[in-house]
């Protein structure tokens, strides 16, 4: 990989990380996952306008996806509710590819190369740290059993879409149908707040936006290193936000102990890239 393209990377991993920090540190996180999802839609139109549509083929996959990401935001919003940025985060996306690549080599047989596995142990001890940090009884079990299945949810759709897309021949056409039917996420809290007499912050609410535009450029960035860069370099070097995430929880957030969450995370971080490289 270039010293370009791991800079692109690199930086796209830091927005990653950023919006999930925007959605933690918010202070209506409802209204500003709303205003990640209407980010979205109006990313997902802009595609549409320009991209040709996917084949009937790859709908099923774009509608199944779809609802799962209906339970993402759902769990997005419980677990940074109850949980830690440092906390939630690495269990999250470090359980997912865990899980992908355990399911590949249940089902169809994918095996893993020596690294690969020693990656996913590397995953499983971070993730382990990072849930009962000094005994089960110090951890908050709502936020580790939420981020748990917040990483199955993830594995989910990221299996879905990666059958889908390979269906609709036409990749941009996939993601932004995908991005639009985000849509309804935003529609529907913002409805609620209006039949409840609740107001609507303007300032978190344009705060969410900015939060959307950093994730829709941070999957852009990625999309657009993968034409430059080998594959499996991008990803790898992509979870690098699982630290990403975790250093800015410890220093904006003070969340704490800083030290083992620190760790914890450089594990996952780099069992995951080690799963990438290796699987």
Request: charged share 10%; net charge positive; hydrophobic share 60%.
């Amino acid at each position: 990989m270039s010293g370009h393209a791991l800079l692109i990377v690199l930086f796209a991993a830091v927005l990653h990380a950023s919006w999930n920090a925007v959605v933690k540190g918010a202070s209506d996180r409802a209204v500003t996952l709303a205003a990640v999802a209407l980010a979205h839609a109006v990313a997902g139109l802009t595609l549409i306008a320009f991209a040709p549509p996917p084949t009937s083929a790859s709908w099923i996959y774009i509608f199944l996806s779809t609802l799962i990401h209906y339970a993402y935001y759902f769990l997005l919003f419980q677990a940074y509710r109850f949980g830690d940025l440092s906390q939630v985060y690495p269990i999250s996306r470090g359980l997912a590819p865990a899980l992908v690549a355990f399911g590949a080599f249940v089902l169809i047989g994918e095996s893993l190369s020596p690294l690969g596995w020693a990656g996913l142990f590397a995953i499983s001890c971070g993730i382990a740290i990072l849930a009962f940090p000094r005994g089960a009884n110090t951890a908050d079990p709502r936020a580790i059993g939420i981020a748990t299945v917040l990483g199955i949810t993830i594995a989910a759709y990221s299996i879905v879409d990666g059958i889908g897309i390979r269906h609709a021949e036409s990749p941009m056409g996939y993601i932004g149908w995908l991005f639009l039917f985000e849509f309804p996420v935003g529609l529907a809290v913002l409805l609620r707040r209006r039949r409840l007499r609740l107001a609507v912050s303007r300032k978190v609410f344009a705060i969410g936006l900015v939060g959307g535009a950093l994730s829709v450029l941070a999957y852009g960035l990625v999309l657009y290193a993968k034409t430059i860069a080998p594959l499996g370099a991008v990803s790898a070097v992509r979870e690098s936000s699982v630290i990403f995430a975790s250093l800015i929880g410890l220093v904006l957030f003070k969340e704490r102990p800083w030290g083992l969450r620190l760790f914890s995370a450089m594990i996952v971080g780099c069992g995951v890239i080690a799963l990438a490289v290796g699987g």
